[in-house]
């Protein structure tokens, strides 16, 4: 498609989605749901977009994608505000936000703080929508050429460095939920021959595990056990004046803007890692680029501008792998793979080929999104303040009534919610003892695929495994796993200086820093 | 992490990585039994399709995965011999023991058998006077009152066949059930000089229920798993107020 029609399919969408009343409350209020999930400590976009799938379920294509993407955009905004008014991150995105955030508010500064945050937000997500605009149809071009072997090392891949990045204790532990995540993926008839596997003879498992109730129980049942169990109370809320847009200091920061969206398109790009680790490491290269890191951590606008940035960029990041590979860029991106499967669309790289206006499509709803996330910002701070007052011990009760309603809603079946409760306090427990839950969830979701590609691979090949160090790609990312698990032995530190020396690299690491 | 802490964590990882290892024994005995090479449905099979392939893999993975966290976890506990081990406290537990009661109670005891809108009440409004209210005492009698109510439930669930009126009464119970649980949190909160908390706790319940089953079951036409004394007669309005509205 050339760049004349496809921006007339941008406009025509844009016009038809505005033309309609209905989609433009859906966008205006599931955009400020979710910014109210995303401000809520213990509730997360994850969860927002698992309990709101439920309810699109009627909703054509696009007006779901606009429920769906407003509430995604919105919670990863929404974390901004606990950061900065209570010095408590609404969510893990927004953790680096607090650092100076909050330095800010308790100068008397929590209007201009918010300010900052809506519109660095605004900007990161158009940057990371442009990105995805852009590098999509070339990602999707190429996954045209992969066969099963590069699916299922891509499948392995996803996996496995989301469990080594996102693990915050041994990294075996995120190795271990990915592959307790692939475990479960293969309850059920298998995709090749149907046969029956670990169902034990109940009809409720043949189709294996549905994946909402799943995510559902995964990432709210914990949530509200751990905030619950540990009366997780919210401190003392700064006041804050009127928000304003602040041009001059974002202009000001527009190098900061640039890197920063560029690090969360990144990060979001990479399966299963996403917003929140993108505002850290956005946050930590702006300070240590600064040229004066000392301010860091007392209110600086540099900081708040970093981590919101890239926290809002990988959104558009996270989508391109989900979009034209079929694999999630990040948690809940992986809930909207979810919800697109129920609307009858598998993304994939034949995405381009079946539907080629989709990825226009959703661009024009994203940036639908983006405004809807900032008007909401600009106008409606005051009354997301309001719900942050309200406390857990209310709110999460609640939480977990929908969440009993989402889990069977889906599938009307009540062994959805037997599953949910299970997968709950089983992801609790792993909660507990820091596994991280992104690399199961993860697993659950590309297991099916790494499955059926191993086979097929194989069957294409008689049962020779040789193709897999033959074909270019298959190479490039089985040297990346391989380098990921080399990088985590206890003696690659000695074997790195070992073959630097060998090679004679020492002058350029010792220049590097290294 | 403090490092009691983490011996408390590293103790669980032996005991994890233990169960780990077991499950991760059993998935490749179980996937054993999956035909490997022989014919299935008129099939026949080579290693490399079979349906045990993948879990043996996965399988042999989280073994050797589970092997190392052990090793790790006891190198670490065996070298840290003299540090302390963190333990939750007592009133912690109870509180989970709370939670775990009260959605599990609700998943496997009233939802399946109380009509939609009475279940959600009753579950809203101890749950939140449980934990507004931060008081231990009604935390332990909700606690006893409503494991033993839904263990009730999934008894009748189990081993009894209802009859449509046979559920009318069942639904006439809950409601009476429900009258008297609220009187009792209200004289619980008197007595504690909470009845602020218990007001929230019943008008918060009964807003979000009033909202919440409407919005499913007439908004979004999704049936709710129980239907019977108030959804019915919910649904029943519903054609009712259409029936008034098209004659008008």
Redesign the interface.
């Known amino acids: 498609m050339d760049i004349l029609a496809s921006f007339s399919v941008f406009g025509s969408t844009l016009l038809t989605l505005l033309s309609s009343p209905t989609n433009l409350i859906i966008l205006l209020g599931a955009s400020f749901a979710g910014i109210i999930f995303g401000a809520l400590p213990g509730l997360t976009a994850t969860l927002g977009v698992a309990l709101l799938t439920t309810l699109t379920y009627g909703m054509d294509v696009n007006t779901a994608l606009i429920a769906l993407l407003g509430l995604y955009v919105g919670a990863i905004y929404g974390g901004s505000y606990p950061s900065i008014l209570i010095n408590i991150p609404g969510t893990a995105a927004a953790a680096a936000t607090a650092l100076d955030g909050y330095p800010l508010a308790c100068k008397g500064e929590g209007g201009r703080a918010l300010g900052l945050t809506t519109t660095a937000s605004l900007i990161g997500t158009l940057l990371g929508i442009l990105v995805l605009v852009i590098a999509s149809p070339t990602v999707a071009r190429m996954a045209l050429e992969f066969t099963s072997f590069e699916f299922f090392l891509l499948a392995l891949f996803g996996i496995l460095i989301s469990g080594t990045i996102t693990s915050s204790d041994l990294v075996v532990k995120g190795w271990i939920a990915g592959l307790i995540g692939l475990a479960v993926s293969t309850i059920g008839r298998d995709p090749l021959q149907f046969f029956p596997r670990f169902t034990f003879d109940m009809p409720d498992l043949d189709q294996g595990l549905e994946v909402v109730p799943v995510l559902i129980g995964a990432f709210g049942i914990p949530q509200v056990i751990k905030a619950l169990r540990n009366k997780e109370s919210l401190g003392a809320m700064q006041q804050f004046g009127r928000i304003l847009p602040e041009w001059r200091t974002l202009f000001k920061n527009r190098n900061n803007i640039a890197r920063s969206s560029m690090i969360g398109i990144g990060i979001g790009s990479v399966p299963g890692i996403g917003e929140d680790i993108a505002g850290w490491v956005s946050y930590g290269t702006t300070k240590n680029t600064s040229k004066h890191p000392e301010t860091f951590g007392t209110g600086e606008p540099e900081g708040i501008i970093a981590s919101e940035t890239a926290n809002n960029a990988s959104i558009g990041g996270a989508l391109i792998p989900l979009l034209t590979l079929g694999i999630p860029g990040s948690p809940p991106a992986a809930m909207l793979l979810g919800a697109l499967m129920l609307h009858g669309i598998t993304p994939g790289p034949m995405v381009v080929v079946e539907t080629p206006d989709f990825l226009i499509e959703v661009t024009a709803i994203l940036v639908l999104c983006s405004f809807a996330m900032w008007i909401n910002g600009m106008f409606l701070a005051k009354q997301v303040v309001k719900v942050l007052r309200i406390p857990a011990a209310i709110f999460l009760p609640v939480v977990t009534l929908m969440c009993i309603l989402g889990s069977y809603a889906l599938g009307l079946n009540i062994f959805n919610l037997y599953m949910m409760m299970l997968v709950g306090i089983v992801a609790y427990f792993l909660n507990e003892m820091k596994y991280p839950i992104s690399p199961l969830v993860i697993g659950v979701i590309l297991g099916p695929m790494a499955d059926e590609n191993l086979r097929r691979a194989l069957m294409v090949s008689e049962g020779s495994f040789m193709p897999f160090i033959e074909r270019p790609v298959s190479i490039f990312l089985l040297s990346v796993i391989i380098l990921i698990m080399m990088t985590k032995l206890p003696k690659y530190p000695k074997y790195k200086a070992a073959l630097v020396k060998l090679l004679g690299l020492n002058r350029l690491f010792k220049a590097k820093g290294e | 992490m403090q490092p009691e802490q983490l011996m408390a ?1 590293r103790r ?2 032996i005991k ?1 990585a233990v169960i ?1 290892i077991f499950v991760a024994a059993l ?1 490749i005995v ?2 054993l039994n ?2 490997l090479t022989d014919s ?2 008129g ?1 026949q ?7 045990a ?3 043996i ?3 042999s ?2 073994l050797l ?2 092997a ?2 052990l090793l ?1 976890a006891v190198v670490f506990v065996k070298s840290n011999a003299e540090v302390a081990t963190a333990k939750e406290t007592k009133a ?1 537990w109870w ?2 023991a709370l ?2 009661s ?3 109670g ?3 005891g009233w ?2 058998l109380v009509d939609f809108a009475l279940a ?1 009440f009753i ?2 409004f101890l ?2 006077f449980a ?2 209210s ?1 008081n231990a005492v009604f935390q332990g009698r909700i606690f006893k009152i409503w494991t033993a109510t839904s263990i009730l439930l999934i008894l009748i669930s189990l081993f009894a066949e209802l009859s449509e009126e046979t559920r009318f009464y069942v639904d006439i119970l809950v409601l009476v059930y429900m009258a008297v649980m609220v009187w009792l949190a209200r004289s619980w909160a008197q007595k504690s000089d909470q009845l602020n908390v218990w007001k ?1 706790s019943w008008k ?1 319940a009964l807003v ?1 229920t009033i909202v ?1 089953c409407p919005l ?1 079951r007439l908004g ?6 129980t239907e019977g004394i108030v959804i019915e007669r919910m649904v029943d309005m519903k054609y009712v107020v259409r029936d008034y509205w098209r004659s008008l």
């Open positions: 964590l669980a990882d994890t780990l998935m179980e996937s999956f035909p299935y449905a099939v099979n080579a290693w490399y399709v079979s349906p392939l993948f879990p893999l996965i399988g993975l989280l995965c589970g190392i966290l790790k912690s509180r989970f939670l775990v009260l959605i599990a609700q998943i496997f939802v399946p959600a579950f809203l749950f939140i934990f507004h931060d929230i918060t979000v919440i499913f979004m036409l999704v049936p709710l798993p």
